[in-house]
Structures are given as structure tokens and as C-alpha cells.
């Protein structure tokens, strides 16, 4: 069986704990590497390491270290298809889907590019009699990244872009369901200039996020799972001393007006309910139709479209719609919630709880459901399910469908969808939610925005990537200077009041 290990110091290095955890092909259900899983030792050595490396990076030109991101743009695109691939095989999303979770980490290397226009300080001249103030932004030191298996490739790269071009070393502990593809990516950050040692991979477990916690030499933490992991993490991050930054579990209502194009809201749900197999925090799980009427109508146009749905491995084409979810112990749990929704009343008008893909029996598929008629006491209305199921709850006004997403106590994304605009401000004005989509279903920011949710859905007081990220992986340093003046005559230090 073969091991992966850890990347230190600009090359694969094997672990040495003795512990392994499996990397699962989730098509077939079978084992394919052996993950390492490093002890607080191993651990605490990668860390000082990075500690090592990082002055120097510091140090460096920010257009030189931007000069680096330039090249890690070129290198990915060279490798999109490599990288997609070893992607799909772990994870077992479709080709496309895992070419966009590329994609959108490599939007925010490219952001990652203008560094140096993100990291100038401020001037003022004269501040007081012959007194100049300025300030600069410096990085933290050493960071550490705990990523999700649901975006191997882009979250580890929103996180890990802005902070190495901050002049930042980043320990990084990507998910051990899908490791290879943040190994990857720090073999070519390496080739794309990027010094040894200052961007370190350990794969591990919570013995390994512990002694990252714990660390002195960790100045901030940024994480991205699920809430009572988020925390937990935030807890014990900050109570030592440590910046950070935690995004949590969601929960995404899409509010359907009665004057919204039906078709094209039916598609946009099944779009962002099903695609990923519904594995990503900004899924739309809730639909919410206004109106009895509306809510027949879509229900009706929803059914067929669902079920034309290809589910299959990523090896079946590009017409592939969703693929397994990631680990048997996620089917079982998807399908537990499903049934829970059986037993508390609800409708379930697209069944596929006995979905078998023919060929891939061992594999964790799950076929894509909806159900109508849920209420928000059920757990299936509560709880973060993170799969292929759509659950519709009906309003009766526009005031009922916003208090529905303003009461959950998620708060990452929301989206409505209407033909009024005055209704649509008012929505986006009023909602307490971080991420609002109007005709919209996943409204998800590029780069040069930030990405972050209100509520239980987020830890912390900045976003990600954005102006936020270059805020949260600097430290502000304020110089009041001055040069004194009229030595022949005796200089005077002291600081003048202003007229």
C-alpha cells in the first residue's frame, strides 16, 4: 500500500509516528494510499522549521514574493488537468467541479499578485512641528491552516496565497480524506520560487491541530469545517494568545417570489442543491416558495429535473452531475437524515434512498432527494445535512420566507429570486446573513471581495481572502518620527502642541 507523507523543507518527507489513516477512492470504496498522521513531536519540528525559514521570506521584496504568485498562476494552469484528476480520485467530485475548485483557489493567487499594492502603509507629513507619522504592515510570523476535505484545492489556497504573500510561513494540516492535491500544490509553489521551509504540509489528525493550537511559535490560525469544530478551534486558538479565523456549517435558503422566473429558479436550485453532491457550505439546501401557488409550480418543475440527474464516478465524462460523497461514514449519516426526515413528517417527493450504481456497489454514492412540506423543527431543517438533498419549506408571505433565514441560527449564504426590485433591496438590506444572492443561487465573491458568514457560520472578526485576508495575516506598526532640527542653536525633543 502506498504512504504519503509530509512536505518539509521543499520535498516528501515519511512520517515517522507509525500511525496511518486510509485515503478512500469514494467511487469504488476502496482503500488507495495510506495517509500519516504526525505526533505532536513531528508536529512541533515542522513548525520550527517554518519558524526558520520565515525571516528571510519576510524580509523579501514584496513584489519579489508577488513575483512568486505570478509564477504559481502559470504552473497550476500547466497542471489544471493533473491536478483536477488527483483531485476527483480523492475526493470524487466530477472533473469540471474539481477544475472549479481550482479555479477559484487560483483566482485568489492571482489577486495574491497586487500584494504589494495591498501591503503599502500610510503617510502623514507634519503631524506635529517637524513630526512625521507613518505606518507599515508586517507579517504575523508562522500561521497555520487546518483545511476541509470538501475544497482540497481552494480553501487551503485561499488561505495559504494571501498569507505567504504577506511574508508569512505556513504550517498547513489539509484534510487527511483527501491529502495529495495541498502536497501537490506545495511541490509547485516550491518550483515557483517559493523558498524552502517557508511553506510546510503536515497531515494529521487531532493530535497534530492540538500542537498547532498549543504552539508558541503559531501567530494565527485560520480553519474552515464544520461549526462545533469552528469553536472549538476559535476557543482554544485565542485563548492562547493567537489570531483567528473560523468558518463553519451553513444552512442556504433560497426564497422564491411568486413573480420569479420558475425555470429559472428550478435550475439554479437544482445547480446549487445538488452540485458536489452537495458537499460545499454554500450549498442551497432550504428552498422557500412564497405562496401555495408557487409553491406547487416549483415543486413541479423541480421533480423531473432531479430526477435526470447523472450520478456516477468522475471517469464517466463530463456529463457526470454529482459524485459519491467522500466517506462511507457521510452516506450513513446522509441517509440517517433522510429517514429522520421520513419519520417527522415530511414529504419526500424524489426518493433515492435505495440508489445502487451499478458497477461501484462499494462505492459512497447517494442519490439526490427532495423533500417538500418541512417544518423548522426538523432535524433535517436543522442540521447541516451535506449532501444531495433539497428540502422545501413554504412561506406564506415574503415576511415569513425572511424570518425563516433571519432565525436559523446559520447565517453563511442566502439567495432570493424575484423580478422586484424594491423587494430585492429590502432582502439584501435586512437579511442577517454574510453572503446574499439576488437571482443569484450561490453567491459566493470573487477574489477581490471577501467571503465570510454572520452567525454560527463564522469565528472571528475578518474574512477570507479579499482585503480582509491581507488585514488579518499583517500587524499594524505605527512610527512617529523626528529629525531634529537647529543643532547650532540646541535642539528641542519635545512634542509641540498643535495652535
Known amino acids: ?63 519579489k514574493r508577488a513575483r512568486v504568485m505570478m509564477k504559481m498562476v502559470a504552473l497550476m494552469n500547466r497542471d489544471m488537468d493533473k491536478l483536477a484528476e488527483a483531485l476527483s480520485r480523492e475526493h470524487g467530485k466530477t472533473i469540471p467541479d474539481a477544475k472549479g475548485d481550482l479555479q477559484r483557489g487560483l483566482e485568489v493567487i492571482e489577486y495574491c499578485v497586487g500584494a504589494p499594492q495591498m501591503l503599502k502603509g500610510e503617510f502623514t507629513d507634519s503631524a506635529g512641528p517637524g513630526i512625521d507619522m507613518y505606518s507599515m504592515r508586517q507579517p504575523l510570523g508562522v500561521v497555520g491552516s487546518i483545511m476541509p476535505f470538501n475544497f482540497p484545492a481552494m480553501m487551503p489556497l485561499w488561505h495559504v496565497g494571501p498569507a505567504l504573500a504577506c511574508g508569512n510561513a505556513v504550517v498547513l494540516k489539509p484534510s487527511e480524506r483527501d491529502p495529495s492535491v495541498p502536497l501537490m500544490l506545495a511541490e509547485l509553489f516550491v518550483e515557483a520560487g517559493l523558498p ?51 468558518f463553519g456549517g451553513a444552512k442556504n435558503h433560497m426564497i422564491v417570489m411568486p413573480d420569479a422566473d420558475l425555470d429559472q429558479a428550478a435550475d439554479a436550485l437544482v445547480g446549487a442543491g445538488f452540485g458536489a453532491a452537495g458537499e460545499r457550505c454554500m ?17 413541479e418543475k423541480l421533480i423531473p429535473r432531479i430526477e435526470k440527474l447523472k450520478v456516477g464516478p468522475y471517469t464517466a465524462g463530463d456529463d457526470v452531475d454529482l459524485g459519491p460523497v467522500v466517506t462511507a461514514a457521510s452516506k450513513e449519516r446522509i441517509l440517517g437524515l433522510i429517514q ?31 423533500f417538500d412540506h418541512v417544518t423548522p423543527d426538523m432535524d433535517i431543517y436543522k442540521q447541516e445535512i451535506f449532501g444531495p438533498v433539497l428540502s422545501t419549506v413554504r412561506a406564506n408571505s415574503y415576511e415569513d420566507a425572511l424570518k425563516l433565514a433571519m432565525d436559523h441560527e446559520y447565517g453563511n449564504g442566502t439567495a432570493i429570486f424575484t423580478r422586484d426590485g424594491d423587494t430585492a433591496r429590502d432582502f439584501a438590506s435586512r437579511v442577517n446573513i454574510g453572503m446574499v ?54 535642539g528641542e525633543f519635545n512634542f509641540k502642541a498643535m495652535d
Not at 509530509?6 to 477512492?25: A, E, P, Q, Y
Not at 505532536?40 to 514584496?62: F, L, R, S, V
Not at 432550504?286 to 409553491?295: I, R
Not at 457560520?457 to 480582509?468: C, E, I, K, T, V
Request: net charge negative.
Open 1 to 63: 500500500m502506498k504512504e504519503l507523507g509530509h512536505f518539509i523543507n521543499g520535498k516528501l518527507v515519511s512520517g515517522t509516528s507509525g500511525r496511518f489513516d486510509d485515503v478512500f477512492n469514494p467511487a469504488t470504496g476502496d482503500v488507495q494510499y495510506q495517509c500519516p498522521m504526525a505526533s505532536a513531536a513531528e508536529t512541533t519540528d515542522i513548525i520550527e522549521k517554518a519558524a526558520a525559514a520565515q525571516p528571510a521570506w519576510g524580509a523579501t521584496n514584496p513584489q
Open 437 to 490: 444572492g439576488i437571482n443569484v443561487p450561490i453567491p459566493v465573491p470573487l477574489a477581490y471581495h471577501t467571503f465570510g458568514g454572520w452567525k454560527k457560520s463564522m469565528f472571528g472578526d475578518l474574512n477570507q481572502h479579499g482585503p480582509d485576508s491581507f488585514k488579518f495575516y499583517t500587524r499594524t506598526k505605527t512610527v512617529t518620527s523626528r529629525w531634529p532640527s537647529g543643532i547650532k542653536e540646541g
Open 283 to 299: 450549498a442551497i439546501s432550504v428552498a422557500v416558495p412564497v405562496g401555495e401557488e408557487t409553491a406547487d409550480k416549483l415543486i
Open 196 to 246: 524552502e521551509g517557508v511553506f510546510q504540509v503536515v497531515n494529521g489528525d487531532k493530535e497534530a491541530v492540538d500542537t498547532i493550537l498549543d504552539s508558541e511559535i503559531i501567530q494565527g490560525v485560520s480553519f474552515v469545517g464544520s461549526t462545533p469544530i469552528a469553536q472549538y478551534i476559535y476557543s482554544r486558538a485565542t485563548a492562547n494568545g493567537k489570531r483567528a479565523q473560523c
Open 340 to 370: 429522520s426526515g421520513v419519520d417527522q413528517g415530511a414529504k419526500l417527493v424524489v426518493d433515492n434512498r435505495d440508489f445502487k450504481l451499478q458497477g461501484y456497489e462499494d462505492g459512497f454514492f447517494v442519490g439526490a432527494h427532495l
